[in-house]
């Protein structure tokens, strides 16, 4: 519940799926087992939304990237009036999504409160690695 993904083919040729790591049931409990992501230092865990795009129709999904302007934590709000806290590691974990693509190649993407823009190039560049 209170968590819908979506997928759609991007201009340029990729599907692009957004959805988020783990089960809002889970997570608001702090049972969340995260996802792998790299980095431009190796692998991290990483929480909450996320894009993946494939190039083979959906068989794998190579680039994969949290959904997070990352830095110093913060507390942000979600839906029912719910916080929490983004990271370099943690992004919002449950929400209703809808995306489009513009015409300037923009993924628009917005949540039940809060709205992303960013690109495929975005997606597929390598975040520098999240302090531990």
């Known amino acids: 519940s209170v968590q819908r993904p979506v997928m759609v083919r991007l201009r340029e040729g990729p599907i692009l799926l957004c959805s988020f790591t783990d089960q809002w049931s889970e997570f608001h409990k702090g049972n969340r087992k995260g996802m792998t992501f790299r980095s431009t230092d190796g692998e991290f865990t990483g929480y909450g939304l996320f894009a993946a795009v494939s190039y083979d129709e ?3 999904w190579p680039d994969r990237r949290l959904i997070t302007r990352g830095g110093p934590a913060r507390e942000v709000n979600t ?3 719910a916080m929490f806290t983004m990271s370099d590691t943690m992004a919002e974990p449950q929400g209703y999504l ?3 693509q513009t015409l300037n190649g ?4 917005i ?3 809060n709205h992303y823009v960013f690109n495929l190039a975005w997606i597929k560049e390598l975040p520098v690695a999240p302090k531990k």
Do not use: D, M, P, W
Not at 106 to 109: E, G, K, S, T, V
């Open 58 to 60: 959906g068989k794998t």
């Open 79 to 81: 839906i029912n009036k």
């Open 98 to 100: 809808a995306v489009t």
């Open 106 to 109: 923009r993924i628009q993407l």
């Open 111 to 113: 949540t039940s409160k």
